[in-house]
């Protein structure tokens, strides 16, 4: 293209230099292109042009050095061209005009792209929770936006057939068009407004990196470094909200532990199971600082009580030592602040840890005669461990069953079916 598109020396291998870009720079190029052409389908489209051309022309001519800027100028290029196409819609031809002048200054970073509160992400995230969008809404927006998840992935998330997600996503797509909702983040007194489903879209692109809900592995350690990065922007931008520095605090707890969660064939392995060796210290130190920094501001919520929860993991010098009483305590709370059925099948398993299978059973019960949960593969993967701790072998395989037929994961499947037919001895 331009002097910019200079070529990387050596013979890197293109195919996973453009699978490299994709899981790297497609969120922070979609982003930038939102903001030029004010147009979700528009830039989605353009920007999945742009990495069909570096497919096809990658191989041939080599990867560039900066592929970031490569994909941005190609899917800019491609909006125009699409642009062009239609160029007899109004209202087009000022997005025309300022992409065609964007193209011939050669892009290079604005001053506020430079900035981490203007960043150009942290602008996609809050224009997508913005309040005229109904919560799942924004939720399913964000992830297939920011987060780079399927349709189908979402589907599942939210346990709604693909066609309806994909028709969700659509009128969130035009209702954002039709509002002329703004794309920045908004003034401060409106930050508070829109804090609450931007820290759950954080979570929840978090959550499907943690533990992915499909696919062939566990850990989708791209979505995790994303969700971190939005939470300590947040954190600068937002210094004063005790929750924001919460969720900052539970994430990187959280995600202390990756390299230990799979061993080296990619295999799941049980928290008590881990090589805490492999557990990054460097930020569980940082966690607890954001965890001891939310407490300070006085205002406790959620967020924070995970990460306490987190850090009593964490901080337990071996899986003999980890103060289940208290966690159990810390997990009634979080029913009191944020009830939720994953909330209580979490709070079963560490009453059953600190007091005995049956009593963590006992708080089960209720959640399994919920016709709402039946299809929610954690409850009943909770049950056959529970099951399986109190010597109900028979009882245990059932319920291991239904968890494997629930699950999309093939990491997930394949421990499930490991502990169902460990069980095989003792039935």
């Known amino acids: 293209m331009t002097s910019r598109d200079e070529r990387r020396p050596g013979g890197e291998d293109p195919a996973a230099a453009v699978e490299r870009a994709f899981r790297d720079e497609r969120a922070s190029v979609l982003a930038t292109l939102i903001r030029h052409v004010g147009d979700f389908q528009l830039a989605e489209d353009a920007v999945q042009d742009a990495f069909a051309s570096a497919v096809a022309t990658w191989p041939r001519d080599g990867v560039p050095h900066n592929p970031g800027a490569w994909l941005t100028t190609a899917a800019r290029r491609r909006a125009i061209d699409r642009l062009r196409r239609k160029r007899s819609i109004a209202d087009r031809a000022d997005r025309l005009a300022e992409l065609a002048r964007l193209d011939a200054q050669e892009h290079r970073p604005d001053a506020d792209e430079e900035s981490s509160v203007q960043d150009d992400r942290l602008r996609l995230i809050f224009t997508c929770c913005h309040p005229a969008l109904a919560l799942p809404a924004r939720v399913a927006l964000t992830l297939r936006m920011l987060g780079g998840l399927t349709t189908g992935e979402i589907a599942r998330a939210f346990l709604v057939a693909e066609p309806t997600m994909g028709q969700r996503l659509s009128r969130a797509k035009r209702k954002i068009a039709d509002a002329r909702i703004p794309y920045r983040v908004p003034s401060d007194d409106l930050l508070p407004d829109r804090l609450g489903g931007v820290l759950m879209v954080v979570y929840l692109i978090f959550n499907e990196g943690y533990e992915a809900s499909g696919g062939d592995r566990l850990v989708r350690g791209e979505l995790c470094g994303e969700a971190i990065r939005l939470g300590r922007l947040l954190a600068r931008l937002m210094p004063d909200e005790a929750e924001v520095w919460g969720l900052l605090a539970l994430m990187l707890l959280h995600d202390a ?10 295999r799941y392995v049980a928290l008590d199971d881990q090589d805490r060796s492999l557990w990054d210290r460097g930020r569980i130190r940082e966690g607890a600082g954001a965890l001891e920094q939310a407490m300070r501001l006085g205002r406790p919520g959620p967020y924070q009580v ?17 103060d289940w009483h208290q966690i159990a305590e810390l997990y009634a709370a979080l029913a009191r602040m944020a009830p939720s059925a994953v909330v209580e099948v979490n709070r079963a398993v560490a009453v059953a840890f600190a007091s005995g299978p049956q009593a963590g059973l006992e708080l089960l019960a209720p959640l399994l005669q919920d016709a709402a949960l039946e299809r929610y593969q954690p409850l009943h993967a909770a049950q056959a461990e529970l099951l399986r701790r109190a010597g109900d072998a028979g009882g245990a395989a059932r319920a291991y069953g239904r968890a494997i037929e629930l699950t999309s994961n093939a990491v997930e499947r394949a421990e499930l079916e490991r502990r169902l037919e460990s069980l095989g001895a003792a039935r």
């Open 257 to 266: 532990r990756r390299e230990a969660r799979v061993d080296e064939r990619g």
């Open 306 to 322: 995970q990460a306490a929860i987190a850090a009593l993991h964490a901080q337990a010098p071996g899986p003999d030592a980890v």
